[in-house]
T-cell receptor, first 111, second 116 residues
């Protein structure tokens, strides 16, 4: 069945560091791919998405490129801030209506 | 309101009691989803509504769980004879299909259920 595997956390970085959170997927067909973020005490929010191969989703300085050849959708940011501390979830939607989520990666940014 | 709303935000109940959780989707969104998030884990899909019908109930963990949707709007998730393993945050999401493909799902703040 469809599945998403995320980089295990927790991840701790210093402010202004470069961030990569790895995400790979297994799916039949051609899924849409998403990153969701859950800030402390808040609900889940869509961060960015990509609907076809080679698409790049971007938002708030975060980027992720849909790589069909490596079945990956890694999340990157060039310079993280303390306010980026949150749990990040990679997810896919492969024609079936439900989203399939990775287990989440907790990110902490220290000043 | 502009977003998905859920009530109650917190619910504490005793084992064996029934609970009802409510979700109000974004106006005009035809699709509605329920997920469960256990502590420290990812989200598990429970059920999906398109309009008032539920073409995919595959994630409901047992027959103690049921959900309905009326008026292509509000949905309720009912858990009968609650067990301690039902303790989790229950999240509702809605989405609107576009001609360009499925958009992302927009999530409510969740209901934190604690079964004592």
């Amino acid at each position: 069945g469809d599945s998403v595997t995320q980089m295990e956390g927790p991840v701790t970085l210093s402010e202004e560091a470069f961030l990569t959170i790895n995400c790979t997927y297994t799916a039949t067909g051609y899924p849409s791919l998403f990153w969701y973020v859950q800030y402390p005490g808040e609900g889940l929010q869509l961060l960015l998405k990509a609907t076809k191969a080679d698409d790049k989703g971007s938002n708030k300085g975060f980027e992720a490129t849909y790589r069909k050849e490596t079945t990956s959708f890694h999340l990157e940011k060039g310079s993280v801030q303390v306010s980026d501390s949150a749990v990040y979830f990679c997810a896919l939607n492969a024609g079936a209506q439900k989203l399939v989520f990775g287990q989440g990666t907790r990110l902490t940014i220290n000043p | 309101g502009a977003g998905v709303s859920q009530s109650p935000s917190n619910k504490v109940t005793e084992k064996g009691k029934d609970v009802e959780l409510r979700c109000d989707p974004i106006s005009g969104h035809t699709a509605l989803y329920w997920y469960r998030q256990r502590l420290g884990q990812g989200l598990e899909f429970l059920i999906y509504f398109q309009g008032n019908s539920a073409p995919d109930k595959s994630g409901l963990p047992s027959d103690r769980f049921s959900a309905e949707r009326t008026g292509e709007s509000v949905s309720t998730l009912t858990i009968q004879r609650t067990q301690q393993e039902d303790s989790a945050v229950y999240l509702c999401a809605s989405s609107q299909k576009t001609s360009g493909g499925p958009t992302g799902q927009f999530f409510g703040p969740g209901t934190r259920l604690t079964v004592l």
